[in-house]
């Protein structure tokens, strides 16, 4: 139950994000509305007024009919697959719903948009700020990303001392990410200006608040990373701990980069509060359903997000319709992978006796004992004391892969954890298996063993 | 200063982006000496090929709109320095009267649309 309360809490943070990001589409910025673009008369239309109202009732009820979906899935009783197999294709429905009224209403709002003429005088064409290409880019010091790189380094290095080669593959992932985001930072500074009409200087205030923005979610998602891989290198001893302080400063970074997206989203509604008056960018045509970027003239696959500071691809490229195809087909298989945990969890642990070895059996893992190289066997009538997980599986019907405890150090798991004896392998170089299929064999392998 | 590109105009990009410059040093949008994009960051901001942005910077230079130098970058030539006409510039001259002559225009109504137009490019 507690599982699957964890589980429920860390997707039901999707409703309020969801809600929060599609609410604030009704608020003009940079003249947009929905992925609409209106000049300043649009905006305050009444019918235009009354179009946002309906979409904000809307999305508060599709949000509360999720949020009730929540309370029912979350006190149905089920086994660990099933429930993460549920919660996998809720994720899936929360993170589509709410946007089936965003395209109803946008629809909509281009329906009045062009029954009212709302055009510019010069349509069709890309706006190109001459001024804005010409600036020099400022960059910021290498220094904010080599500090964390160089945190997120220490863990690595021990990994690579202690030849742990599996910790050093985990503890590469942090130096890894911060340097993919180093690259993405100076990647997404040769983006577009944020031109929205003749005002300069406003396009030089939101191209500069945009790229700040952008800067400090790369620089917060570095120490993120940094963060993160010295909480594990320092909790592999206290894997709760170094699991509360992971989920700590996933709470902290989650805030930071929403606050930061809601601050710039805000500044660009007030700065553009007066905008759309006489001559103004429209770039409608270009957006499907005002959020798919489609233009086969521009150059680049991935563009500025207008509203925000997230980007995009341009489907009229194909290496752009290939990121979006495999995103959605990975969100939708996810599910599967919930599938494959319900088969893990009935599949049953077996344990063999041949000639020469020892084989444990669970699902398609497959731990082959040699009995040449065994020095010793033991049969646990109790489960050992302190048993924690390094990496592996670990579910009510089987626990498998690499394990610690306090009486025995690191141990190679397979076994059914719910009935013993179980059989403590200790090999001449000092490895130890605890291996055990909840049967009364073992106690028979263990005598033929003996 | 904004450049309106029209992806749909016969009108090749290069020569929209080399007419609209000229427009804007004609009509003071860009003033001598103001240092325009690099060819990367034009074509990064128009997101078009580099080639087409330094078909356009070729084409300006020829005719003495802009000049390049290794440590200010590309700048508009000062007005003073532009004082004969290219030869292309004469032939679409030539071209347009023709048309306005064809259509029946006089002599007096070219001239007084030739006035208002010069007066508005300031």
Known sequence: MIVRLILWACGIIIIPLMFWQLNNETKFKKNIALGVTLPYVGRTHPQTVELLTKFRRTLRWTCLGLLVSVVVLVLLPMSTGLSLTIWLIWIDVAMVLPFIPYVKYHKKLKALKKEQGWYPEVPRTRVVNLTAAAQQEKHISPVQFLLPLAVSLVPLVWGIVQQDWLMTAMFLTGPVCVLLFWALYRWAMRRRAETVDENETLTQTLTRLRRRAWRRSWVWGSWFMAGVNLAMWLSLDQPVWGLLVMLALTVVFLVLAVGLEFHLRHQQERLTAQSGRDYYVDEDEKWIWGMFYYDPNDTHLVVNNRIGMNTTVNLAKKSGRIILGATAVMMLLLPLWGVWLMAEEQSPVTLTLTETTLEAKHGWDDYEISLEDVAQVQLLQEEPAGLRRIAGTAMDTVLKGRYQSNAYDKLTLCMDPRTGPWLLVTMENGTMYLVGDGSADVEKIYLQMQ | ?122
């Open chain 2, 1 to 122: 200063m904004l450049l309106q590109l029209d992806f749909n105009s016969e009108r090749p990009i290069y020569q929209q982006i080399r007419d609209q410059i000229v427009l804007g040093i004609a009509q003071g949008s860009l003033s001598p000496g103001e240092k325009l994009p690099t060819v990367r960051a034009l074509a990064d901001e128009a997101g078009v090929n580099m080639m087409t942005v330094s078909k356009a910077y070729q084409l300006l230079k020829q005719e003495g709109y802009i000049t390049t130098d290794r440590r200010s970058g590309t700048v508009v030539s000062p007005r003073e320095g532009t004082q004969t006409v290219p030869e292309q510039t004469r032939k679409r001259l030539e071209l347009a009267l023709s048309e306005l002559r064809v259509a029946g225009w006089s002599r007096e109504q070219v001239l007084e649309l030739c006035e208002q137009l010069y007066e508005q490019e300031g």
